[in-house]
């Protein structure tokens, strides 16, 4: 059984800043992308930025020069540093990530967190 679980949402102002963390514990061999997925009200869950193990990134263009996602794969942790916040950013952010549960394993399993919300308004 793999856990992922998010931190660091929480309420800030438009401009302000936030960085979450994704910590994943449980049974894990190995841990191939790890991305960060946002769902506001009424809309369809979308990806924000991704990670792949040798830090390989993309992101979405709505947060392209204001994200940035980093991994520390000694922690099994993701982060998602984010700047210069605005009201659109406002939505629950879900980490996924790929797990490998043990070396008997021939595929990754795809994992969800519980999300964290965050809210970004003055």
């Known amino acids: 059984q793999v856990q992922l679980v998010e931190s660091g949402g929480g309420l800030v102002q438009p401009g302000g800043s936030l960085r979450l963390s994704c910590a994943a514990s449980g049974s894990i061999f190995s841990i191939n992308a790890m991305a960060w997925y946002r769902q506001a009200p009424g809309e369809r869950r979308e990806l924000v930025a991704a990670?792949?193990?040798?830090?390989?990134?993309n992101y979405a263009d709505s947060v392209k020069g204001r994200f940035t996602i980093s991994r520390d794969n000694a922690k099994n942790t993701a982060y998602l540093q984010m700047n210069s916040l605005k009201p659109d950013d406002t939505a629950f952010y879900y980490c996924?990530?790929?797990?490998?549960?043990?070396?008997?394993?021939?595929?990754?399993?795809?994992?969800w967190g519980q999300g964290t919300q965050v809210t970004v308004s003055s």
């Open positions: 990670i792949a193990t040798g830090g390989n990134t």
């Open positions: 996924n990530a790929g797990v490998r549960p043990d070396s008997y394993s021939r595929n990754y399993l795809n994992y």
